[in-house]
């Protein structure tokens, strides 16, 4: 019997036959605050090329006894992380370098033609942030019940990183830890197959809309080192 990996785990799930993990839970999302908070923009939005929409989250990754806060920057098309960094706190400058990363992936984009998503955390709201956003003229979306289906496909990017490439990693340092980031990054961008792109990889979907000349697509948009 053939089977991909989420058909599999539909029918554990089915049959009361997974185990589910302990949790602990960490907070990432300090959405209490004063900062201006944006609408989301999204709710009905669904991408037909790369660089039109942008998911970003946080979540944390346990190594000897310390939190490593990963930022993801993921291209909602594609499902390609096009930014991302792992640091030992959540404040906002450790946001801007994965969104820094994820600028140096594009070029020519038109005003307002990519949209950045995102919770109400403090560090997407902060003043650095958004400035960065709207000098590359890329609109601003924010979550706005706190409903995780609001943010769902980088809550589904966190857990696979997480759960599939470093969990069951033991490391030492914040360093050796962004060196594993890297390669599970790596991994996940050129070799795992995702069912909700004809199972193909991130790449791979990506070098298709590139090249299959579909209507749409903003030709130049997609720099280099995303291909």
């Not at 970003?56 to 993801?72: C, E, F, M, Q």
């Not at 600028?103 to 560090?123: C, E, F, M, P, Y």
């Not at 070799?191 to 792109?197: G, L, V, Y």
């Amino acid at each position: 019997i053939k089977m991909g990996r989420d058909a599999l785990f539909d029918l554990l799930s089915y049959h009361g036959l997974l185990i589910r993990r302990s949790k602990r839970r960490v907070v990432t999302t300090h959405s209490f605050h004063w900062l201006r908070k944006y609408p989301n923009l999204i709710r009905e939005f669904v991408p037909t090329a790369p660089n039109q929409l942008w998911v970003s989250d946080i979540t944390y990754w346990k190594i000897n006894n310390k939190d490593v806060y990963i930022n993801l920057i993921t291209d909602a098309y594609s499902r390609y992380i096009v930014g991302y960094h792992g640091a030992p706190t959540l404040e906002a400058i450790e946001s801007i370098k994965a969104l820094k990363m994820a600028l140096n992936t594009i070029k020519n984009i038109s005003n307002g033609a990519l949209i950045h998503h995102s919770d109400r955390g403090v560090q997407y709201c902060s003043s650095d942030y958004v400035k960065l956003l709207q000098d590359n003229q890329i609109a601003i979306s924010m979550t706005e019940n706190g409903d995780p289906l609001e943010n769902a496909i980088a809550e589904r990017i966190n857990g696979i990183i997480k759960n599939e490439y470093l969990i069951d990693y033991s490391l030492d340092t914040i360093e050796s830890a962004q060196q594993l980031l890297n390669k599970a990054v790596e991994l996940y961008n050129y070799d795992r197959p995702h069912m909700s792109i004809g199972n193909l990889t991130c790449r791979q979907h990506e070098f298709q809309w590139c090249f299959c000349g579909k209507d749409g697509y903003a030709e130049g948009t997609v720099g280099n080192n995303r291909m």
